[in-house]
């Protein structure tokens, strides 16, 4: 039996083999050569140093107690408990709404307290404002900015507190 082409099938088996070939050079060959391996340069090792600058509540000053409380209105927001470390233990703050004395669960709880604009304006939160007062920095609600959702007053506090404890600035009311 003869297999007999048209031009239209021959053309068919044209375009076919082309897109096979084109499929088989885009497989990259094999894994011998090492071309999906990404160069990344070594990390350094960490210093207690190193560490203390990457947490934002390390900072001193002013600078220090607004990363922190950014930090942690940013957190709450997505119901991050790891932000705890910006409340102080025995201060008012941890004893109000929405923490009710259970910092981890409160702020766990916290989104779902939220209206979706508040989610997002605490979301895009920055910090901008505030001042010393003695041992103390003193942030207010007018202090603080966003870039989108919205919020007003009453849906955190009229102004935070908030005190050095030695490593970072903590929310004391």
Sequence with gaps: MA????????GALAVTALAMAFLASACGGDDKDGGDEVFRPPS???????????DPGAQEGIEGARAALQAFLRGQAAGD???CRYVAKDGDFLEGQPLN??????????PHFLRPQERQALRT???KGGRLSGEEAVI?????????????ERTLQSE????????VWQIVK
Excluded at 101 to 110: F, S
Excluded at 140 to 148: E, M, R, V
Excluded at 160 to 167: I, P, Q, V
Aim: hydrophobic share 30%; with cysteine; glycine share 8%.
């Design 125 to 127: 939160l920055t910090v």
């Design 140 to 152: 207010p609600f007018s202090a603080l900015h966003w870039t989108s959702g919205s919020m007003v």
């Design 44 to 54: 350094p090792s960490p210093t207690s140093s190193a560490q203390q600058d990457t």
């Design 81 to 83: 408990p790891a932000v």
């Design 160 to 167: 935070f507190t908030l005190r050095h404890d030695g490593e």
């Design 101 to 110: 004395g259970d910092c981890p669960a409160g702020v766990r709880n916290t």
């Design 3 to 10: 297999l007999r082409f048209t031009p239209r099938a021959g």
